[in-house]
T-cell receptor, first 113, second 112 residues
Framework: EPEVTQTPSHQVTQMGQEVILRCVPI?????FYWYRQILGQKVEFLVS????????KSEIFDDQFSVERPDGSNFTLKIRSTKLEDSAMYFC???????????FGDGTRLSIL | QKEVEQNSGPLSVPEGAIASLNCTYS??????FFWYRQYSGKSPELIMF????GDKEDGRFTAQLNKASQYVSLLIRDSQPSDSATYLC????????????FGPGTSLSVIP
């Protein structure tokens, strides 16, 4: 069964550094998402992406965050200047169309030191 | 603020029993509802999704939706120790069809 893949599985970064999290969505999916989950808290929506542009973003997704789909397969989340509070699991998700469920990747654990 | 609420648990059931997980949502515009299972340190795994009022069954799992009451539930029959996990209820609004809002999750423990 096709799946969403994320790399790396764990990223350790110094505060203030830039980090790029990578995702390869399922190939025939059209809608892409990033979520995060701080340890012990609920899954929070960050941003959705469709037709090569952001369709919605949350309050968390401030100017430090950006997303890109640089080619036909990858979907990236960049955090420009990381803060301690950015430490979390980041999940990429994709879905084929509206009214279809989102499928999640295994996540990237981001640790900011 | 659109919210999805769940009892955090933990909910403990003996092996072989029925586990009943409940969820309410605040946005009447929500159209699609999902149940995900999440093991500790892992990503959410889709268990069921439901769009229409009533019951939807898949193996040992039954999802129930009542839009008038803004209530979604998940029944797990013949619970197994491997079902022990956190169950996340999620709702997707028609007006904001992109975004899925997750509840905080209910921790289920199936006791052998």
């Amino acid at each position: 069964e096709p799946e969403v893949t994320q790399t790396p599985s764990h990223q350790v970064t110094q505060m203030g550094q830039e980090v790029i999290l990578r995702c390869v969505p399922i190939s025939n999916h059209l809608y892409f998402y990033w979520y995060r989950q701080i340890l012990g808290q609920k899954v929070e929506f960050l941003v959705s992406f469709y037709n090569n542009e952001i369709s919605e973003k949350s309050e968390i997704f401030d100017d430090q965050f950006s997303v890109e789909r640089p080619d036909g397969s990858n979907f990236t989340l960049k955090i420009r200047s990381t803060k301690l509070e950015d430490s979390a699991m980041y999940f990429c998700a994709s879905r084929q169309g509206t009214n279809q469920p989102q499928h999640f990747g295994d996540g990237t654990r981001l640790s900011i030191l | 603020q659109k919210e999805v609420e769940q009892n955090s648990g933990p909910l403990s059931v003996p092996e072989g029993a029925i586990a009943s997980l409940n969820c309410t949502y605040s946005d009447r515009g929500s159209q699609s509802f999902f149940w995900y299972r999440q093991y500790s340190g892992k990503s959410p795994e889709l268990i069921m999704f439901i769009y229409s009022n009533g019951d939807k069954e898949d193996g040992r799992f039954t999802a129930q939706l009542n839009k008038a009451s803004q209530y979604v539930s998940l029944l797990i029959r013949d619970s197994q120790p491997s079902d022990s996990a956190t169950y996340l209820c999620a709702a997707e609004a028609r007006t904001s069809y992109d975004k899925v809002i997750f509840g905080p999750g209910t921790s289920l423990s199936v006791i052998p």
